[in-house]
């Protein structure tokens, strides 16, 4: 049974990933595969970034910049990764921190689209939204699981990146990757970003500097390289192909990244498609 958990720290910096800050993810990048010069899309914004996750195009071919469902007739030239990966008959489930009524049937229009089974929104701290993402977990079934944590990204809008405050919210996002962790001995754990923060504006994140986009990238569990980085430039874009040749799923030529073959020990193996 292949399991995966992608999980997206909005606005989480990587200089953030400290044994002080935050020891679970810091000891994840250390005993796993951790990417040393990993990077966003451009514009390095969440919905930019967002839209490339679930498509594995950059923002000139699905032209998802701003929020809103006019994205959605585009969905019929591009192959989202879930559509891709319920045709392999591998379920895939969102769970977020609390969205609010107005974001909500947004984001489930856009997610139902493109493939995605089912929308949990719960909880205004990461803990309580990964305590979400754990009971589902408990289901033994395969899946492609997404868990969003948007406490970083508020706290850098509201206070700056690397302020106490957002320097809180990686402890808190820190300490919902630790509760998660006694599930990493069965299933596949990547920690990303969607950006950095303050490189030109303390808080904000969107402009082209290093700072806004250079983001962390963890890998860990069963069949990850063990005590490795990847020394050499990764994408976000990386990240789509990579999560279909985990589950032994055919990566569409449309894709523009590549499989990170090398932050895992063994190749898989092709998966059966359902008649």
Not at 36 to 47: F, G
Not at 56 to 80: Q, T, Y
Not at 234 to 255: A, E, I, M, Q, R
């Amino acid at each position: 049974m292949r399991r995966l958990v992608l999980v997206l720290a909005d606005g989480l910096r990587p200089d953030a990933i400290t044994p002080s800050v935050m020891p679970s993810l810091d000891a994840l990048g250390g005993v796993f595969t951790l990417a040393l010069h990993a990077r966003t899309v451009r514009p390095s914004a969440t919905v930019a970034a967002l839209a490339s996750l679930a498509t594995g195009v950059g923002p000139d071919a699905h032209r998802l910049i701003e929020p809103g469902l006019s994205f959605l007739p585009r969905l019929r030239n591009i192959r989202p990764v879930a559509q891709v990966l319920a045709g392999a008959g591998v379920p895939t489930d969102i769970v977020a921190g609390d969205l609010g009524a107005a974001t909500f049937p947004v984001a489930w229009a856009l997610a139902m689209t493109a493939g995605v089974r089912r929308l949990t929104a719960k909880g205004v701290r990461a803990r309580e939204t990964a305590a979400a993402a754990a009971r589902l977990l408990s289901q033994r079934e395969e899946r492609l699981l997404f868990l969003y944590l948007p406490d970083c990204d508020r706290a850098g809008h509201a206070h700056g990146w690397m302020s106490r405050q957002y320097l809180e919210a990686a402890a808190e996002v820190d300490a919902a990757i630790g509760l998660l962790s006694p599930l990493m001995d069965d299933a596949v754990f990547i920690v990303t970003a969607d950006h950095g923060g303050g490189g030109v504006s303390a808080n904000e994140h969107d402009l082209p500097h290093p700072i806004n986009d250079h983001i962390p990238l963890v890998l860990a569990g069963p069949g990850v390289t063990r005590h490795h980085q990847l020394t050499r430039p990764v994408s976000l874009l990386d990240l789509p192909p990579t999560v279909l040749s985990w589950f032994g799923v055919p990566v569409p030529d449309s894709y523009e990244g590549r499989f990170l073959k090398e932050a895992f020990a063994r190749t898989p193996t092709a998966a059966p498609v359902p008649a």
